[in-house]
């Protein structure tokens, strides 16, 4: 695959072998096709994710060289919702508002 996606890593441990099959798949992946990888831990708690530590921490090696690193900081889009005509008010100012600040850190 010219493309994989891996969403939501670290949110379980991984367990052997999943750990060592996630490695493996990163590995023949490295510097030859794209990886996204999204998270909502931070990229240096992403070895407690891993049971075997070097293991991780060579796997991340791989996962981190080359790559860009993309945060997105802001609202949830699944907070509850009180007015269905307010939230869309309330969601588009919020949404300009990330866009600008995003704007002006680049």
Avoid: C
Avoid at 5 to 11: A, E, K, R
Avoid at 26 to 43: A, F, G, P, W
Avoid at 72 to 81: A, E, N, T
């Amino acid at each position: 695959m010219d493309l994989l996606i891996i969403d939501d890593f670290g949110l379980k441990p991984l367990r052997t072998p999943q750990d060592e099959d996630l490695h493996d798949i990163v590995s023949e992946r490295y510097e030859r096709t794209s990886t996204i990888v999204t998270s909502n831990l931070d990229i240096n708690e992403w070895g407690e994710a891993f049971p075997n530590k070097l293991l991780g921490a060579a796997t991340i090696d791989r996962l981190r060289h080359g790559a860009y690193k993309i945060v997105l900081d802001g609202i949830s889009f699944r907070s509850p919702k009180d007015n269905p005509d307010s939230s869309k008010k309330s969601l588009s100012k919020q949404s300009k508002s990330s866009l600008a600040k995003g704007g002006e850190k680049s």
